[in-house]
């Protein structure tokens, strides 16, 4: 299993202003993932987090609005860019160890964007 | 794309009461994880299911995979309170991805 330290847990934002999230896992992990859980829904997948190059986005889901970082194996920052409203969900960081390996999850962000 | 059904979608029972979730789909996957989520927190892993037929138990709880590896099943024997939660079904393909069904919310009553 992995450990994930998911930073902040919550926020408040105004519209038009940026947040940075922190994913941060105990060990080596090879493959990282952002999701975003709407109130009440399952969970949709944002981009799979790729170290030293881009991230791989979903469809619906575009690297402006969305930038990711990943500079090593235990790290990953997700942005949510330029905030409206319909932002507002809970944003959470996933780790799969190995490739055949499950996936474990951080607590997530939940963000408020007013 | 690779979808998972999931039904029912809210289930709310009386303590004691046995409850079965399903998990469908028209695609094949590598494995099948079951994950609880509870209010303010990242979904918790239960289980994985590898092989077609599998089935385990994990005290109260019962998981099947389907024999061609499409479907699955959450059976909880004698629910109790502390059973309450998102329950949430994800495939994995080989490219590591999950795909998530829309999850079951389970209330149990005491």
């Known amino acids: 299993s992995a450990v994930i330290s998911q930073k902040p847990s919550r926020d408040i934002c105004q519209r038009g202003t940026s947040l940075t999230i922190q994913c941060q896992v105990d060990s080596q992990v090879t493959m990282m993932f952002w999701y975003r859980q709407q109130p009440g829904q399952s969970l949709t997948l944002i981009a799979t987090?790729?170290?030293?190059?881009?991230?791989?986005?979903e469809s619906g889901f575009v690297i402006d609005k969305f930038p990711i970082s990943r500079p090593n194996l235990t790290f990953s920052t997700l942005t949510v860019s330029n905030m409206s409203p319909e932002d507002s969900s809970i944003y959470l960081c996933s780790v799969r160890p190995a490739r055949d390996t499950e996936a474990f999850f951080g607590q997530g962000t939940r963000l408020t964007v007013v | 794309t690779q979808l998972l059904e999931q039904s029912p979608q809210f289930l709310s029972i009386q303590e004691g009461e046995n409850l079965t979730v399903y998990c469908n789909s028209s695609s094949v996957f590598s494995s099948l994880q079951w994950y609880r989520q509870e209010p303010g927190e990242g979904p918790v892993l239960l289980v994985t299911v590898v092989t077609g037929g599998e089935v385990k138990k994990l005290k109260r709880l019962t998981f099947q995979f389907g024999d061609a590896r499409k479907d699955s099943s959450l059976h909880i024997t004698a629910a109790q309170p502390g059973d309450t939660g998102l329950y949430l079904c994800a495939g994995a393909t080989n490219a590591g991805k999950s795909t998530f069904g829309d999850g079951t919310t389970l209330t149990v009553k005491p």
């Open positions: 987090a790729n170290q030293g190059s881009e991230a791989t986005y």
